[in-house]
């Protein structure tokens, strides 16, 4: 026997699920839990069966949903049928899956951040629960829809801000996506908690207005005072956040206060970077001229292991001399190419120190090379313009 029960998907069209025939169900009866009429006080009477099935990490179950209606027909609530409330707490109506496979699903993809295939395969090897890639994506934004509905619950809301004098509010567009609509997000910044999202065509006034309305109602709803707003201070957030919220301060966002300075540092940065780069230059000939000289003395001496004992100590420190120099183009051209950091760590500052001190160690071996130290020939060295 092929059982099917159905999907909702994304666009909520119904798609039958079909049971794989062996599967073994556990069938569980449920109930209205009350016994008499809300509105007459007659006893309710059983006036129909419903019989989904739903997949637990415990194994499938087979719910069957004894649904009552009052059968007085004079009583207004006659035409209305009552489901258990039971078979809500196990799986939503139209579900496949039950609410612990699914908070399942919502923490492996979102705090492990498993992809779909990997939730799709453990789902089967260890559940034995077998849904298409397109099923557990329909799953995992329900998951997200449930998250956000609960997080924006009244009363989770209301136990969040407990012990919170006053909110600070801050109201942001993001753009996902090039040719994507915006998305406003409204965030509260002592709880840390996003608020709001809306998807908004245009930043015009009275589109924006409407979620700073929101906002006020949630504002009002917790009973709390706001203690200021920020944003990036568009001319719609100044106009509506003044229009709905008289005397709160409104304060430009650290955020982009920073960024807009940060583009003439930046600016400034990359230009320096590119002049120094100019300066700096010649790593290349250097190093072709040092592997060219290291080449000419290995060639004859093979192999290298009687070479290194028949060797004289002036050709052994030649050779050392060398690998130093190339050693030194390797770390230029690495300071060179580091492009790393932001605004407050700006890669060519970073740059000018390493430069600098690359130039006073090479000072170092000259002053030691002058003092005797060094008794390399100083051939195999060609200048190195390090722009001073
Ligand atoms: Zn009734």
Redesign the pocket.
């Known amino acids: 026997m092929l059982v099917t029960h159905h999907i909702l998907d994304k666009e909520g069209t119904l798609m039958p699920y079909r049971w794989p025939v062996d599967t073994e169900v556990t069938r569980i009866a449920l109930a209205v839990e009350e016994q008499w ?6 006893a ?1 009477t059983i006036c129909d069966h419903r019989h989904p099935r739903v997949f637990t990490l415990t194994g499938p179950l087979h719910l069957v949903c004894k649904l009552a209606h ?3 027909r ?5 035409p209305q049928t009552l489901s258990p409330a039971a078979e809500t707490a196990i799986a939503m109506p139209w579900w496949v899956l039950g609410w612990d496979v699914v908070c399942w699903l919502g923490q492996r993809r979102f705090a492990r951040h498993w992809s779909v295939g990997q939730i799709r395969a453990e789902l089967a090897d260890t559940y034995q629960i077998r849904l298409s890639a397109d099923a557990i994506e329909t799953y995992i934004h329900r998951y997200q829809q449930m998250l956000a509905a609960r997080r924006q619950a009244p009363g989770q809301l209301a136990a969040a801000y407990a012990d919170v004098e006053a909110v600070m509010l801050a109201i942001d567009g993001l753009q996902p996506e090039k040719g994507h609509e915006t998305l406003y997000v409204v965030r509260e910044l002592e709880r840390k908690r996003v608020w709001f999202a809306e998807p908004l065509l245009s930043s015009a006034t009275t589109e924006v207005q409407q979620l700073l309305v929101q906002a006020r109602v949630w504002v009002e709803r917790l009973g709390k005072g706001v203690r200021l707003w920020m944003s990036d201070k568009q001319d719609a957030f100044v106009r509506g956040i003044a229009a709905e919220f008289p005397g709160v301060p409104h304060r430009y966002c650290a955020n982009h206060f920073l960024r807009d300075v940060a583009k003439p540092v930046l600016e400034a940065d990359s230009h320096a970077k590119v002049k120094m780069r100019r300066t700096v230059r010649g790593l290349r000939a250097i190093e072709r001229e040092v592997l060219a000289a290291q080449h000419a003395t290995d060639a004859p001496q093979f192999p290298a292991v009687q070479a290194e004992e028949s060797r004289c100590p002036q050709a052994q420190a030649e050779e050392g001399a060398r690998d130093v120099v190339l050693d030194y183009c390797a770390a230029v051209r690495g300071i060179l190419n580091d492009d790393q950091g932001g605004p407050l760590h700006p890669p060519g500052l970073r740059m000018a120190e390493a430069l600098g001190e690359v130039q006073a160690s090479l000072q170092r071996n000259l002053a030691a090379k002058k003092g005797g130290l060094l008794t390399t020939d100083s051939r195999g060295w060609p200048d190195t313009s390090t722009g001073g």
């Open positions: 009429c809300r509105t007459c006080g007659g309710l009052c059968p007085t004079a009583c207004p609530a006659h």
